[in-house]
């Protein structure tokens, strides 16, 4: 309300024509002041609006004009301009002035992306007198802090917003929390702890526990959703469903009956593309799981331009085989080929199967993609009707085919740089950042905190240490640190002038906190490194070290690790794939003694009926038996593509990884871990 005083010292001022005409009008004062009212509520205006009212008024109004003017420039991004602004913030402030200055102060600390402090200093509020729209953005800044990570207090915040939100914001608040519960694993899941009135809270964790145990099959999920809506009809969610479940309600299967297989079948990739053919059409004859192959199966028609007809043998001969290390493959996975593992035959076995849709009937025509430009591949792949494309497989056919808007629903057997998400495509790859994120997920669940990375000096190198920092990251941890290793030569020299090697390393930038940077005259410069970030490298508590690197390479940076820091030093060493191979001999896996390493469940022991068939088939090349076991999940994949694109939470325990599929479609893997154990190979724990 205005005060009284203001109102007479305005009427005084109004001239004596309009007196006159207020004698029949009635008096014609200035409008009533609308700062409070905006500053509890939306704030919808732009910054410049409540710049020009912060200009025009003073005193407490001006303030609450000023609070505004703060708030929509954080809304706008307008980081460094708002903070400037809040600090020229009086300091005495009315009650409900400190509340919006606290609520603001928060969301400069998340603007900033301190998480952490805005997380203690939401801590601290007492919400009890704040409206409702102040209670909207106290939950918000918690689900904010939160980054997305699963947590009991996350779901706690979006229940608590979403009595609060307009009806047309309720969906996203509705999908965010089911996106919290589908996100979380069943361990995860298990162990939350919830009061007794927690009533809506329960209701939810009743549909999760529902979708983790129904989510491979649509139609068991489909009824279980109206059941659960039956049973919690008060629930939000019942009410409004999450957006990923009524596409489960709206689910319908994709034709799998011809499906178009692009792959490379002539030059340096041909050895890749030949093995993948042989894992599809292995798992294809066989029906569910590609074991028992008959060896009179059809042949699968080959499409080829009229002027080439190559023949479809091994092109190294019935007794040699062919090594993809032979092959300039960088246009496939940007690096040489993975070298592959050694089948973990001392571990328990447990024999999994590909779950494969029962279509053993559908048509499967192959492409040859280097024979022809990728779009007339395609042209004809739609003259011929094809239902699903499974690949091509070389990345620059993978960005081409993006770039190409293709109606058809597509399978792609890697994945650009950049990943769109298209409604027809799915990315499947075999990746060594798909590796790394598994590493930093595996070492996390391990409770290991403080990560060294041994990586290549190479684009490989740079590529898996950006994929295991952004990992960590996004699981809550702090910096990584990294360590770059030259070539087998260079190592040996270390090794022979005893250096050995220190675990010791620079931190990944993407992994240091963010530090708000300085504007002056229109030049940005960043913020100066903490002392923690400077001593981060030479601090002495790394208790994890991830190795990348050949066998060749890790038979010497093991005991060059030992060399200058003891064998009992405290760290657990972890390696990817690529160090273990299926020739390695005793003294090799003596050497190795407590390094654990991730591998492709059915090298790993998970499958051997189908691990044999592999070998047998691509003459024991490892790295090529991986390849196989990729075809043999790609036809479970491409049996299954509606499932990935419309059904959150799909997930398949494939011959290459337990297979998931994120929002943009891409088929994420998780590893099977393995250790050196007294001169064998044994599980994990």
Known sequence: MVPSTLIRSKAARCLPVVLAALLFAGCGTQAPDQSAAHMQGEAQANSAYYLQQMQQSSDDTKTNWQLLAIRALIKEGKREQATELYRQLPEDLTAEQHREQRLLDIELILANKNYQGAAAELATLDISDFSDAQKVRYYQAQIDASQGRPSLDLLRALIAQEPLLKPV????????????LSSMTPDQANVLVISADENVLRGWLDLQRMWFDNRSDPAMLKAGIQDWQTRYPQNPGAKLLPTQLVNVQNFKPASAERIALLLPLNGQAAVF????????????????SPVNAPTNAPQTDVAQPAAE?????????????????????????????????????????????ASAAANPGAEIKIYDTSSQPLNQVLNQVQQDGASI??????????????????PLNVLAMNEPENVQNRANICYFALSPEDEARDAAEHIWQQGQRNPLLLVPRSALGDRVTRAFAEQWQHLGGGTVLQQKFGSVSELKMGINSGSGIALTGSPVASSLPSQQATTIGGLTIPAPPTDAQITAGS??????????????????????????????NGATLYASSRSAQGNTGPDFRLEMEGLQFSEIPMLA?????????????VNNDFSLARLYAMGVDAWSLANHFSQMRQVQGFQLNGNTGTLTADRDCVINRKLTWLKYQQGQVVRAN
């Open 273 to 288: 593309g030949r093995a993948i053919q042989q894992g599809f059409e292995a798992a294809k004859n066989s029906g569910v």
């Open 605 to 617: 022991g998970d499958n051997p009926g189908l691990q044999q068939q592999a070998l047998a088939a």
């Open 389 to 406: 494309v499974v690949g091509p497989l070389l990345k620059p056919n993978v960005d081409e085919l993006v770039r190409s808007n293709t």
């Open 539 to 568: 601090s002495g508590n790394v208790d994890a070290v991830y190795i990348v690197a050949s066998q060749d390479e890790i038979a010497l940076i093991k005991p060059m690790i030992a060399m200058r820091t003891g064998s009992h």
């Open 169 to 180: 914001e309720k969906q996203k608040n509705i999908d965010a929390t089911w996106q919290t």
């Open 309 to 353: 007809q190559p023949a479809l043998e091994n092109s190294a001969g019935p007794d040699g085989a062919v090594s993809p290390s032979a092959a300039n493959v960088n246009d496939l996975t940007q690096d040489n080929a993975t070298p592959a593992a050694e089948p973990a035959t001392q571990a328990p076995v447990a024999q999994t199967a």
